[in-house]
Nanobody, 116 residues
Framework: QVQLVESGGGLVQAGDSLRLSCAAS????????MGWFRQAPGKEREFVAS????????NYADSVKGRFTISRDNAKNTVYLQMNSLKPEDTAVYYC?????????WGRGTQVTVSS
């Protein structure tokens, strides 16, 4: 079993930056898949970014490309989401997810609110 705990959310202004962290415990996922998803009020949960494999391949939603960066610290079993140039439309609850291949484990989420 894997437990995921997100942190780093908050209230910021448009144009600001935030870094989200997701600490995994219970199992090492250094070569597995870890990702970030978000859900805005009244909307479905959507993919934001992922990182997988020992080489750390990454993938991003078009809406965050060039602004968000996902990274992983295998020694700490932690994945990060650096979010720059934040926009009001980035406001959502951000969830961390992980698994050996797919997303078997999910965190409880952290709120990110971007004011205009």
């Amino acid at each position: 079993q894997v437990q995921l705990v997100e942190s780093g959310g908050g209230l910021v202004q448009a144009g600001d930056s935030l870094r989200l962290s997701c600490a995994a415990s219970g199992r090492t996922l250094s070569s597995g898949r870890m990702g970030w998803f978000r859900q805005a009020p009244g909307k479905e949960r959507e993919f934001v970014a992922s990182i997988w494999g020992s080489g750390g391949r990454t993938n991003y939603a078009d809406s965050v490309k060039g602004r968000f960066t996902i990274s992983r610290d295998n020694a700490k079993n932690t994945v990060y989401l650096q979010m720059n140039s934040l926009k009001p439309e980035d406001t959502a609850v951000y969830y961390c997810a992980a698994g050996p291949v797919g997303y078997d484990y999910w965190g409880r989420g952290t709120q990110v609110t971007v004011s205009s």
